[in-house]
T-cell receptor, first 112, second 115 residues
Framework: RKEVEQDPGPFNVPEGATVAFNCTYSNSASQSFFWYRQDCRKEPKLLMSVYSSGNEDGRFTAQLNRASQYISLLIRDSKLSDSATYLCVVNIAGGGADGLTFGKGTHLIIQP | GAVVSQHPSRVICKSGTSVKIECRSLDFQATTMFWYRQFPKQSLMLMATSNEGSKATYEQGVEKDKFLINHASLTLSTLTVTSAHPEDSSFYIC???????????FGSGTRLTVV
């Protein structure tokens, strides 16, 4: 069983639409959760951390359900520049010295 | 913000040769450095974790004698791919954490092609 699972997509979405991604993680000891964005052939960049209470950053909303081991990302009013691969990422140590565990990513294509 | 400089960004080498990849933290001290590898359409996979001044800890399945990691200072870590083979062709990327700091800063990655 993969540690972090995501639907790879691609999700083809018209500009201005709302799109949601989901992710599940297998290790119940996971303590920190993130969404990263990766553009083609580039390094991943932190989009936002995910908190138990849910959090919002502009058009982006992240939710965490620890009981179901499920993380979501909602993008409202999508822009062409949102086209990228979105990586669901967890950390077991919760800020310790352990590395991050990445999902394979969900490929999003925003169409004009 | 924190910056990690990684180079080379792209390298092509012949099979059997060694390649060194450097990551430097420019404005902070990288107590811990993580090295990842990403094959096409795959997730980033952690290869090893290194703490300044000590030996790296390798993930299962990663050959420590093939992927040599040096983290001799708080601002520099290197990964050397020894006796490279075509199957080592991949995107290698480092990530640094400052001691006690929650954030991870990624280098820009190195695309290695072994011919």
């Amino acid at each position: 069983r993969k540690e972090v699972e995501q639907d790879p997509g691609p999700f083809n979405v018209p500009e201005g639409a709302t799109v949601a991604f989901n992710c599940t993680y297998s290790n119940s000891a996971s303590q920190s959760f993130f969404w990263y964005r990766q553009d083609c052939r580039k390094e991943p960049k932190l989009l936002m951390s995910v908190y138990s209470s849910g959090n919002e950053d502009g058009r982006f909303t992240a939710q965490l359900n620890r009981a179901s081991q499920y993380i979501s990302l909602l993008i409202r009013d999508s822009k062409l520049s949102d086209s990228a691969t979105y990586l669901c990422v967890v950390n077991i140590a919760g800020g310790g010295a352990d590395g991050l565990t990445f999902g394979k990513g969900t490929h999003l294509i925003i169409q004009p | 913000g924190a910056v990690v400089s990684q180079h080379p960004s792209r390298v092509i080498c012949k099979s059997g040769t060694s390649v060194k990849i450097e990551c430097r933290s420019l404005d902070f001290q990288a107590t811990t450095m993580f090295w990842y590898r990403q094959f096409p359409k795959q997730s980033l996979m952690l290869m090893a974790t290194s703490n300044e001044g000590s030996k790296a800890t390798y993930e299962q399945g990663v050959e420590k004698d093939k992927f040599l990691i040096n983290h001799a200072s708080l601002t520099l870590s290197t990964l050397t791919v020894t006796s490279a083979h075509p199957e080592d062709s991949s995107f290698y990327i480092c990530s640094a954490r400052e001691g006690g700091n929650y954030g991870y800063t990624f280098g820009s990655g190195t695309r290695l092609t072994v011919v």
